[in-house]
């Protein structure tokens, strides 16, 4: 599976031109997207890169990869990030590994975003992989109300659990939130859900990435498949 995650990240780079601002993702896929990428910079490339996580931007130093911010560029021309799940309308749920906010903010801010992963990650429909909502934790119990009522307006219903971290304490992201994981089975209107969770004062974020994939790349064992939006 980890040599599939690195074709799809090689197949992506050739994307990549000199003078480029690019989104760096987060994630294990992502990860294999930056060791390349260092390999080329330190060939000669010229590009300019934005992390979407602490995690992301101590691997692009280490590899040589020179970085900025958004508060520095007004936009980026690429940002290429894996998924944890694909739908044939190139929408994504994203956030297993907790850099959401960041994510979508760096790919909302990018003229294209290539998402890239191994086959496994696509399905026919959202739902499988636990949804991660990003909340603030004042007023949480409120908010996980206001969630479950957003989910019945959806048609869609699920256990709510706070994310941990491997020593049993809250998981905290790099801005300071908590994480809500649901197991929705499937979601049947993506984009309906998005918009009443992303209206509800105590989510931050949410793990659906509507209408931002422009083109997705996966590896399988038949080879890469590269769709693109429809």
Do not use: Y
Request: glycine share 12%; aromatic share 4%.
């Amino acid at each position: 599976m980890d040599a599939l995650k690195r074709q799809a990240a090689a197949h992506a780079l050739r994307e990549v031109e000199s003078g480029m601002k690019l989104g760096l993702g987060t994630g294990s896929t992502a990860k294999h997207f930056v060791d390349l990428l260092g390999e080329k910079v330190r060939a000669g490339l010229k590009v300019v890169g934005v992390p979407t996580s602490e995690a992301t931007r101590a691997q692009a130093e280490a590899c040589g990869v020179p970085l900025t911010t958004l508060d520095e560029i007004d936009h980026l021309d690429l940002t290429v990030d894996g998924a944890d799940e694909i739908n044939p309308a190139l929408d994504l749920i994203k956030g297993g590994g907790g850099a959401l906010l960041r994510e979508k903010i760096v790919a909302s801010a990018s003229d294209r975003m290539i998402v890239i992963a191994d086959e496994s990650k696509w399905v026919a429909r959202l739902g499988r992989f636990p949804l991660p909502i990003e909340v603030i934790p004042f007023g949480l119990a409120a908010t996980r109300h206001a969630i479950a009522a957003a989910f019945a307006k959806a048609g869609v219903s699920g256990q709510m659990d706070l994310r941990k971290s491997a020593d049993g304490h809250v998981f905290v992201t790099d801005g300071g939130h908590w994480i809500v994981d649901v197991r929705l089975g499937e979601i049947e209107d993506p984009p309906r859900l998005a918009g009443l969770l992303s209206a509800i004062p105590g989510v931050v974020e949410h793990g659906l990435f509507i209408g931002l994939g422009s083109t997705a790349i996966l590896a399988g064992a038949q080879g890469i498949r590269v769709i693109q939006r429809p």
